[in-house]
């Protein structure tokens, strides 16, 4: 495998070639590359990639969201709802005794 420093960028030959497009294995310079989701990628493979699964991948998200959402709904309201059971289910004395008369740190 030759070194990257000897390499030149595919589209501009005079230039140095600063990283290699781990899609088309070519090298490119500064310019030609670009970073995209922690990819480093060429400017037509970048093309590439965006143009055919953009629709398909936007698409699982949003129902993947709306799921989150849903989900999340839920178990707030299952946690209120038994933390409501709970309190419901503890006796009145509970609240109305002495528990909070003295502080922990004071008993002896
Ligand atoms: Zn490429
Ligand atoms: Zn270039």
Do not use: N
Request: charged share 20%; proline share 5%; net charge positive.
């Amino acid at each position: 495998m030759p070194a990257l420093v000897d390499q030149r960028c595919f589209t501009h030959a005079q230039r140095e070639a600063v990283a290699r497009c781990p899609a088309c294995q070519r090298y490119f310079c500064r310019e030609c590359i670009t970073e995209h989701a922690d990819r480093v990628l060429c400017a037509s493979c970048l093309k590439k990639s965006a143009a055919a699964p953009a629709a398909a991948r936007w698409r699982l998200p949003l129902a993947v969201h709306l799921a989150q959402c849903v989900a999340g709904l839920f178990i707030a309201w299952m946690f209120f709802y038994f933390a409501g059971r709970m309190l419901l289910l503890m006796p009145s004395a509970f609240h109305e005794g002495t528990v909070w008369e003295k502080s922990w740190w004071e008993k002896e």
